[in-house]
């Protein structure tokens, strides 16, 4: 569902140029949560924001069922749900005239993008806001409504930047109980955080992001073989002590 190979990704700075992503390569199948997991700076959004287009790699190429971005970068955003912790919606619109807008722009036809509205927003119990004017909604409500927005065109490949930031418990619940239903349905799934104690509830396999590279990749197990630690913490601690040693 989503190939990421080879990504490399330089930016200039007063001392000089930063590399933000380094060869980063991996797969992300359908039914599957992948954590890309790294400290703060590590090149996790720079990573996002070049398979969605909106940054051009220096090297390699991100692709979404077969097809590159740099190739045809509005076949590829047709095919990708994102949601961040900036929840961006529109204050003067209805809940509902917003997800039709974003359907509309999506080109999905208009009595399956009301289907859609209605249905999603029942899934993320959001029905009773639909006719409220955003503006109005608290951050939870707010929160819930960029979730259902970003499935309203029912992309095949769901990218999340930190969704958790900023949300309570119940929030953050939320989050959880979305994720896994994006797994039931046959998403391929990319989950982006430094909330390591949450990703290991929430993904299915990881990717240990340090300086821009993969350090370390596979399932829970398989990351615990390879590096003697029971969890991400004391894995990413010892990353940072030997890079910093």
């Known amino acids: 569902m989503l190939k990421v190979h080879s990504l490399v990704k330089s930016f200039s700075v007063d001392a000089g140029e930063v590399r933000a992503v380094d060869e980063l390569s991996f ?3 359908k039914q599957e949560v992948y954590g890309l997991l790294g400290p703060n700076g590590a090149g996790k959004t720079t ?7 909106l940054l051009d790699p220096d090297q390699g190429y991100a692709e979404v069922e077969g097809i590159r971005t740099a190739q045809d970068p509005i076949a590829v955003k047709s095919r990708l749900g994102f949601v961040s912790a900036s929840d961006g919606v529109y204050p003067w619109l209805s809940v509902r005239e917003m ?6 722009l999506y080109a999905v036809d208009p009595d399956v993008a009301h289907r859609r509205a ?12 639909l006719d409220r004017r955003a503006g109005t909604l ?3 409500q707010r929160q819930r409504v960029t979730l259902v927005r970003g499935l309203i065109h029912d ?18 619940q939320t989050i959880f109980e979305y994720i896994d ?11 982006c955080t430094h909330r390591l104690d949450e990703a290991e509830r929430l993904c299915d396999r990881f990717g240990l992001l340090h300086q821009g590279r993969l350090q370390y990749e596979g399932t829970m197990g398989e990351l615990r073989a390879a590096t003697h630690r029971e ?4 894995m990413f601690v010892d990353l940072m002590s030997t890079a910093t040693a």
């Not at 997800?99 to 509309?104: E, I, M, N, Q, S």
């Not at 769901?158 to 119940?170: Q, S």
């Not at 239903?181 to 046959?186: E, T």
Request: charged share 20%; proline share 6%.
């Open 138 to 140: 608290s951050t939870g």
């Open 155 to 172: 992309p095949p490949v769901m990218l999340l930047d930190e969704p958790t930031r900023g949300l309570d418990v119940v929030g953050v």
């Open 47 to 53: 990573t996002l924001r070049m398979i969605l287009g």
């Open 99 to 104: 997800l039709l807008y974003f359907a509309d």
């Open 27 to 29: 797969l992300v199948p």
């Open 181 to 191: 239903h994006l797994r039931d349905v046959g998403k391929a799934v990319v989950v």
């Open 118 to 129: 209605e249905e999603l927003s029942g899934m993320m119990g959001i029905e009773k806001l």
């Open 231 to 234: 969890h991400l913490v004391d």
